[in-house]
């Protein structure tokens, strides 16, 4: 019956330190989407770009200093449409103390391992 008792408790504890860690996690990734997302923003509001959405922000173990992001830019003109012209984009970005900076433009991709060939300087 204890034996019962103290398996529920590590059971529940463990539980409770997964999902704290899942929590970490995912603010630390909003974080440095949000921080990209502004640097982006920032970098190309010269260029007439209103809307940054960031599509994949992906980091890789082997470039610690790097990471790819793919972003959806909506510009403030419109297509012959009428409808705001939207650029995908995809750059590899370097870290920069607490920030990001656009290192180079690569094709845009929403997966994870084309990002990673992009970080080691493929196409």
Not at 20 to 36: L, P, Q, R, W
Request: aromatic share 10%.
């Amino acid at each position: 019956m204890i034996i019962g008792r103290l398996r529920n408790r590590v059971f529940a504890f463990a539980l409770l330190a997964l999902c704290a860690g899942a929590a970490i996690a995912t603010v630390s990734c909003s974080s440095n989407e949000s921080k990209v997302k502004k640097v982006l923003q920032e970098s190309l509001k010269r260029h007439g770009v209103i809307g940054v959405v960031v599509d994949l922000f992906y980091t890789d173990p082997n470039f610690p200093d790097k990471a790819y992001t793919s972003a959806t830019l909506t510009y403030n003109f419109a297509t012959a449409e009428g409808r705001p012209q939207r650029e995908y984009i995809g750059f590899v970005l370097a870290k920069e103390g607490d920030s990001w900076r656009i290192e180079r433009n690569v094709p845009y991709t929403k997966e994870p391992q084309q990002a990673a060939i992009y970080l080691a300087g493929g196409k």
